[in-house]
T-cell receptor, first 112, second 110 residues
Framework: NAGVTQTPKFQVLKTGQSMTLQCAQD?????MYWYRQDPGMGLRLIYY???????DKGEVPNGYNVSRLNKREFSLRLESAAPSQTSVYFC???????????FGPGTRLTVL | QKEVEQDPGPLSVPEGAIVSLNCTYS??????FMWYRQYSRKGPELLMY????GNKEDGRFTAQVDKSSKYISLFIRDSQPSDSATYLC??????????FGSGTRLLVRP
C-alpha cells in the first residue's frame, strides 16, 4: 500500500462521538476515494473527489462528510458516530481517466 | 439485486489446483472489469483488468469476460498457498467509480 497512508489504524468510539479519518498520498494522483468494507457487502463508495476542490457522494454518504484539503489529503469525518458505522474504512487514489485505484492500509473503526 | 454478484466462499483447494473465481454483473453500460486481491487485514491490490469481452493472461492468472452471459471469471493455475486471500471483482462505471462484488475467500492448502 505504498503511496497511500491512513491514520489512525484503529479507533474505538462511543455512540455520538465525532472523529476524522485522515488519508494522504504521495503519488500525485488527482482522484481520491473513501470506501467502507463490511462482511458480506464488499467495498462500498462513501465519497470521492475527482480533483482538488471537488467532492461527490458515492453509494453510502449518509452520516459522513469529507474535505479535500489539497491534492495530497482527503479526510472523512463522522460528526455523530453510530454503531452502524462500525467498519473498515479504506482510502484509495487514482489518476483521472485511468483504470487502477491504489488502496491504503485501512482504518478499523468500532462504534460502541 | 446487487450490480456485481460474487459467491463469498470460502473456496478451499489443494496446492497446484486450478482455481476458478466468478462474478456476474447486471449493468452493461461501461465495460471495464477488475480483479483485486486482498490479504487479511490489508488493502486491496489490483491483479488484473480487462475491457469488454475476451481473455487476458498474466503469468498464472487469466481474466475472462463473457458479455453474452454477463459473467466475469478469474482463473489461477498452479495455485500456491500464497494465493490464499479474498478476491474482489469490480466493474468500473463511466465516471471511473468502482462497483465491487462482495469478494470470494480462497484458501490454498499446502
Amino acid at each position: 500500500n505504498a503511496g497511500v497512508t491512513q491514520t489512525p489504524k484503529f479507533q474505538v468510539l462511543k455512540t455520538g462521538q465525532s472523529m476524522t479519518l485522515q488519508c494522504a498520498q504521495d503519488m500525485n494522483h488527482n482522484s481520491m476515494y473513501w470506501y467502507r468494507q463490511d462482511p458480506g457487502m464488499g467495498l462500498r463508495l462513501i465519497y470521492y473527489s475527482a480533483s482538488e476542490g471537488t467532492t461527490d457522494k458515492g453509494e453510502v454518504p449518509n452520516g459522513y462528510n469529507v474535505s479535500r484539503l489539497n491534492k495530497r489529503e482527503f479526510s472523512l469525518r463522522l460528526e455523530s458516530a453510530a454503531p452502524s458505522q462500525t467498519s473498515v474504512y479504506f482510502c484509495a487514489i487514482g489518476l483521472a481517466g485511468a483504470n487502477e485505484q491504489f488502496f491504503g492500509p485501512g482504518t478499523r473503526l468500532t462504534v460502541l | 439485486q446487487k450490480e456485481v454478484e460474487q459467491d463469498p466462499g470460502p473456496l478451499s483447494v489443494p496446492e497446484g489446483a486450478i482455481v476458478s473465481l466468478n462474478c456476474t454483473y447486471s449493468n452493461s453500460a461501461f465495460q471495464y472489469f477488475m480483479w483485486y486481491r486482498q490479504y487479511s487485514r490489508k488493502g486491496p491490490e489490483l491483479l488484473m483488468y480487462t475491457y469488454s469481452s475476451g481473455n487476458k493472461e498474466d503469468g498464472r492468472f487469466t481474466a475472462q469476460v463473457d458479455k453474452s452471459s454477463k459473467y466475469i471469471s478469474l482463473f489461477i493455475r498452479d495455485s500456491q498457498p500464497s494465493d490464499s486471500a479474498t478476491y474482489l471483482c469490480a466493474r468500473m462505471d463511466s465516471s471511473y467509480k468502482l462497483i465491487f462484488g462482495s469478494g470470494t475467500r480462497l484458501l490454498v492448502r499446502p
